[in-house]
């Protein structure tokens, strides 16, 4: 009897067994699947051309590009199951996107197809040495050396590196940030407090910036349009405004916030990010008054990077992970992206 009772346990527990696994086999209408990728991850760098959007993901070494007509994950990028190398910054062109690395390369990827182009090293003599922000004028790339205090000047159309300006008989030291419009590079260095002026078209030091009408405190970012110059000066919680034809000094106006982290702009807007507290300030860059402050705890967090196309500003929420799109004309909310 009780072998009957043991026999009969037994075959309950392999028919519960046949049934959990039927249970678990895919049908047509239950198929296989895998686990949704994370798109954005701890976003460090962004950069639009109006097109597309390109994202560097800090934590897990992956490029995203997207679209920026639809708000949407287009293509995440990585080449191999290593992913790719720890990328450091991005910036885009009307054709192609540049990525630098960590690894000591700048790549180049067709902006719109996500295809890798080229991989610049930057050549034996004068090469990447863990390049990190970028700024782009025509075929002239200008990538901050962030191990050996050097900017390098790549032209992209033939891979070679034209000029190498050295810091800090240049004016900068440990440069945090540059950018280019009417001529001349400006580069930010906030060991130093000061703004370098360089001619694009010699490479020539121009000077500094003027020190203390800009009132330059702990500056970390900088953005060009084709009138101004903003510095934004993360000690103060101030931006400074810099005439772009000449380079001198116009207004220190306040940032709308405390500690600004990233800055951009164009002829009409002003934003400024404070990753501490997650807001953003927009202002008006005609007479500098703050238009409004964007930040609730669901919209920002640590938002550390910004790219402004003619219709968006995208802000990179590294603390997020997303991406926030909102109007660059009324500040409106648009979407997040994930």
Known sequence: MRRKVIAAVLAGVLLLAAVGALA?????????SAPRPVSIDAPSAISSNGANVWVVNRDNNTLVRIDAATGTVAATIAENVFALPASNGVVVSPTDAYVSNANDTVDAYDQGSSHRKVSFTGG?????????????????????????DKILELDTTTGEVVATLMGPSSGFLNPDA?????????????????VAM??????????????????????????????????ANRQTSTVTEI???????????SAGID?????????????VADDGDDRVAMLAASTGAVLKVLGTAR????????????????VANTG???????????????????
């Open 320 to 338: 997020g992970p997303s991406v926030v799109e909102i109007d660059a004309t009324s500040g409106v909310i648009l979407k997040h992206i994930s």
């Open 178 to 194: 540059l950018c280019v419009t009417k001529g001349r590079l400006y580069v930010v260095s906030s060991e130093l407090n000061a």
């Open 24 to 32: 678990l086999w895919p049908t047509s209408s239950q198929p296989l």
């Open 259 to 271: 500690a600004p982290q990233a800055i951009a702009s164009s002829p009409t807007r002003v934003f």
């Open 243 to 253: 005439d772009a034809s000449n380079g001198a000094v116009v207004r220190v106006l």
């Open 198 to 231: 360089l001619s694009t078209a010699t490479n020539a030091y121009l000077g500094p910036v003027d020190a203390a009408a800009g009132r330059f405190e702990d500056p970390r970012a900088v953005s060009c349009d084709a009138q101004h110059v903003w510095v």
């Open 124 to 148: 034996e003599d004068a090469g990447f040495s863990n390049p990190g922000a970028m700024a782009l004028s025509g075929h002239h790339l200008y990538v901050v050396n962030t191990d050996d």
């Open 299 to 314: 919209t920002f967090n640590q938002p550390a990077a910004m790219s402004l196309d003619a219709t968006h500003l995208w």
